[in-house]
């Protein structure tokens, strides 16, 4: 049964004139952004990392080796430069991508999100999925696309504007950033010689997916998530970011303060031109037996500027056995998560998704101490 707010498109909502957000958007108090988030400073712990693809494909370049692997370490996300995509085709998409949410409602719900029955399904134009009255929602609005395989696109959803011509000429570019991040993430962990380490463990027909998000501006927004915290359902990541206006922001691990404290939010700033954002994601973080973390991040949004993005996100074939790679695991470090299909992973995300709850949690995937301790006979 689909729910009567599925329907409510947050840019008519704040089309309306209203002095504050209606209460289905409303965080409680304790949960809503606050104004200590950290920004990133360019000498200190918290300068935000970049990486040169194209010096990282020069396997005797270590210095750009070691940046990465900072990155990996302390942020989870970073910059990258000399990817090769076009900056043209990367003004033009945003471009084209802001065309379309400005397109009357009635042209957008032509791809609405809908089965042919009515039900929520997460391809399409509309809004993430609502379950219950009590859930808080995002102010944001989006479109789900299949992009990869191909012959598992839909039509029906593809906008019939330069928005899809421009997407299929920009795919391939975004695949060629992940191949060549995954390609330098195996390098980092030794394994110089078999570069297509976390590749064969995606598969040839690994699933790519589009999420265009627009956020409109909110009268209040330290009332509202833009997008709520979360980990990424993928292997990594590969963001267009909007190329003026922030609003991204990352969990990282600090010193304890007087409160008890270990982890704070820290701005990722707006990018320079040509530059793309990459993410390690949940299911990495399994393949990798966390060597590599999935970052918690979110989005937050002004009261005065609409801001957009496009997302690209890339996960394995779904009938792969998703578990820590065996090169991973010996005795002094055990596996971490248990084993399941990459298609149960990616298909619980959508109810820890609405649920506000990662899934790695919301699967119980991760393998605990005390499971530990039974499989030794402790």
């Not at 027909?205 to 409109?216: H, K, N, W």
């Not at 998560?337 to 991760?366: H, I, P």
């Amino acid at each position: 049964m689909v729910h009567q707010d599925q329907g409510q498109l947050v840019q008519e909502v704040a089309a309306g004139g209203l002095h504050g957000p209606p209460s289905r958007y409303v965080l409680r108090e304790e949960a809503r952004p606050k104004g200590d988030v950290v920004a990133p400073a360019p000498d200190d712990e918290l300068a935000f990392p970049t990486v040169d693809l194209q010096r990282l494909s020069d396997p005797d370049d270590v210095e750009e080796l070691a940046k990465l692997r900072s990155a990996l370490d302390s942020w989870g996300l970073f910059a990258v430069t000399g990817h090769g995509v076009p900056e043209s085709l990367m003004d033009d998409i945003l471009d084209a991508t802001r065309e379309f949410f400005h397109l009357p409602a009635e042209e957008k719900l032509k791809h609405a999100n809908r089965t042919e029955t009515g039900e929520f399904q997460p391809e399409g134009y509309g809004i993430d999925r609502v379950d219950t009255d009590e859930q808080v929602l995002d102010w944001c609005d989006r479109l789900y696309l299949t992009v990869e395989p191909e012959s598992e696109r839909q039509p029906r959803f593809w906008p019939s504007s330069s928005l899809s011509t421009l997407l299929h000429a920009y795919a391939p570019c975004s695949a060629r950033v992940a191949r060549l991040v995954l390609r330098g993430m195996a390098r980092v962990l030794g394994f110089r010689e078999e570069e297509e380490f976390f590749l064969g463990r995606v598969g040839e027909q690994g699933g790519t997916y589009a999420r265009f998000t627009y956020y409109p501006p909110c009268p209040q927004p330290d009332l509202v998530y833009g997008l709520k915290p979360h980990t990424d359902n993928s292997v990594v990541t590969v963001l267009l970011l909007d190329r003026d206006v922030g609003g991204l922001q990352v969990m990282l691990k600090k010193e304890e303060d007087e409160e008890g404290n270990k982890q704070r939010w820290v701005d990722v700033p707006v990018l320079r031109r040509g530059e793309l954002l990459v993410v390690v994601g949940d299911e990495m973080e399994i393949m990798s037996n966390a060597a590599f973390r999935a970052p918690t991040h979110r989005v937050v949004v002004t009261s005065e500027r609409e801001r957009m993005s496009l997302v690209m996100f890339y996960q394995p074939e779904p009938h792969r056995e998703l578990k820590p790679a065996e090169e991973l695991v010996d005795e002094t470090r055990p596996a971490m998560y248990r084993e399941l299909k990459a298609k149960t992973f990616a298909d619980g995300f959508w109810d820890a998704f609405a649920l506000g709850e990662r899934t790695l949690d919301f699967l119980k995937v991760k393998i605990e101490k005390q499971d530990d301790a039974v499989a030794r006979g402790a």
